[in-house]
């Protein structure tokens, strides 16, 4: 449940929860729920339960046992602020990335406002960068919710970006990240609508991340950018 990743902007994954349901249209394709049917195939313990929300309390502690310092996806099989994670759990999995700092931890939800709703009984510190999801502009709610959290790191995942994002209000954020969807079914990206996120975020002063073009063989296709790789991340001010 934890492991190096081939995610472009992290280094490792943790997933103390795994399992989850479909939330909006970016999840229609979702990837994790993918993955876990292939694991259940496999046997895999962890996913005896399928993708249904399931805690594993015995993996909280297990990035004190990671000496080098690396930057943690937290809950890339699940998401932590879902409905089924009670919050007693979420301050467990907060107390283990305060009790080690040298790690960098990346989660996103797309419950934004249990997010919003929680954020006053969780510790916060600057290893700890908070994220949502936004695909399109019918959820750009999600981003009101994300800027008023005392995350010190806001940002966001546009990935799939299935829509453009007119409606993108970048105050109180610090990085945006940007991707296609990849895999079976795929749906198109259009470059203006990369372009102009980018554009706001230089406008801005936002860091800027591309991940990919995506579609069903996302190597085919790179995450070249007008002749050049986008891979900027926040800076810290404490």
Same mark, same amino acid.
């Given at each position: 449940?934890?492991?190096?990743?081939?995610?472009?902007?992290?280094?490792?994954?943790?997933?103390?929860?795994?399992?989850?349901?479909k939330?909006?249209?970016?999840c229609?394709?979702?990837y994790?729920?993918?993955?876990?049917?292939?694991?259940?195939?496999?046997?895999?313990?962890?996913?005896?339960?399928g993708?249904n929300?399931?805690?594993?309390?015995?993996?909280?502690?297990?990035?004190?046992?990671w000496?080098?310092p690396?930057?943690?996806?937290v809950?890339?099989?699940?998401?932590l602020?879902?409905?089924?994670?009670? +919050? #007693?759990f &979420?301050?467990? $999995?907060?107390?283990?990335?305060?009790?080690? *700092?040298?790690?960098?931890?990346?989660?996103l939800?797309?419950?934004?406002?249990r997010?919003?709703?929680?954020?006053?009984?969780?510790?916060?510190a600057?290893?700890?960068?908070?994220?949502?999801?936004?695909?399109?502009?019918?959820?750009?709610?999600?981003?009101?919710?994300?800027r008023?959290?005392?995350?010190?790191?806001?940002?966001?995942s546009?990935?799939?970006?299935?829509?453009?994002l007119?409606?993108?209000? +970048? #105050?109180? &954020?610090h990085? $945006?990240?940007?991707g296609?969807?990849?895999? *079976?079914?795929a749906?198109?990206?259009?470059?203006d609508?990369?372009?102009?996120?980018?554009?706001?975020?230089?406008k801005?002063d936002?860091?800027?991340?591309?991940?990919?073009?995506?579609?069903?063989?996302?190597?085919?296709?790179?995450?070249?950018?007008d002749?050049?790789t986008?891979?900027e991340?926040?800076?810290?001010?404490v």
């Amino acid at each position: 449940m934890a492991g190096n990743s081939s995610i472009e902007w992290t280094d490792a994954t943790w997933n103390p929860v795994t399992g989850c349901n479909k939330l909006s249209q970016g999840c229609k394709n979702c990837y994790a729920e993918r993955m876990a049917k292939r694991l259940v195939a496999m046997g895999n313990p962890r996913y005896k339960n399928g993708f249904n929300v399931t805690l594993h309390y015995d993996l909280i502690d297990l990035p004190y046992k990671w000496r080098k310092p690396r930057k943690v996806f937290v809950n890339s099989m699940s998401d932590l602020f879902h409905k089924q994670v009670p +919050l #007693e759990f &979420i301050q467990k $999995v907060f107390n283990t990335m305060i009790g080690t *700092p040298q790690h960098t931890y990346q989660f996103l939800t797309k419950r934004s406002e249990r997010l919003l709703k929680l954020s006053p009984n969780l510790p916060w510190a600057p290893n700890i960068w908070a994220g949502t999801s936004v695909e399109n502009d019918d959820v750009t709610f999600r981003v009101n919710h994300l800027r008023k959290t005392p995350a010190f790191i806001r940002f966001l995942s546009c990935e799939p970006l299935i829509g453009p994002l007119t409606n993108l209000d +970048l #105050e109180g &954020i610090h990085w $945006v990240i940007v991707g296609g969807e990849s895999g *079976p079914g795929a749906r198109p990206i259009e470059a203006d609508w990369v372009r102009y996120i980018r554009d706001k975020c230089e406008k801005e002063d936002v860091a800027f991340f591309f991940k990919q073009w995506g579609g069903v063989q996302k190597h085919r296709f790179g995450r070249i950018l007008d002749d050049r790789t986008y891979d900027e991340y926040p800076i810290i001010t404490v």
